[in-house]
């Protein structure tokens, strides 16, 4: 399960580290910051939390999921570890908050939701 996670995660990351060393898609500078957070939502999150619907998360799997997002918004604003920024003042630079986590229930419960909306076997076992 954790392997699941940390997988995921490694290849939202991989193809970060890809496009920002290449042609730095995230990072460029002349570009707004929303149009910067719409591609690391669209990109890499998509990535990183496919299928994320059926996965059971553990403390320590919450814990990594949100350490990836702040990694990602610290790699947009081009933030290094010696640079000692606390997270509550990247999140501010970039006016978000910690979602990952919301999103994933998001998109657990309207997975739900699809399956009850079905007539299958896996209606009749969540519905026991």
């Known amino acids: 399960m ?8 490694n290849v939202g990351l991989l193809w970060l ?4 060393a290449r042609r ?5 500078a002349h570009w707004t910051l929303e149009l ?3 591609l690391v939502k669209c990109h890499i999150w998509s990535i990183a939390l496919y299928g994320a619907e059926n996965l059971t998360l553990r403390a320590v799997d919450q814990k990594q999921l949100e350490s990836f997002e702040m990694w990602c918004w610290r790699r947009m604003e081009k933030i290094i570890w010696t640079d000692h920024v606390r997270n ?10 910690r979602n990952i986590l919301h999103e994933i229930s998001k998109r657990k419960t ?6 009850l909306r079905r007539n299958c076997l896996l209606k009749r076992v969540i519905e026991r």
């Open 36 to 38: 910067r957070k719409k």
């Open 110 to 115: 309207n997975w739900i939701g699809h399956i």
């Open 24 to 28: 730095g898609l995230v990072l460029l």
């Open 2 to 9: 954790m392997e699941d996670v940390l997988a995921k995660l």
């Open 17 to 20: 580290k890809l496009h920002s």
């Open 88 to 97: 509550e003042e990247v999140l501010l630079r970039v006016n978000e908050q």
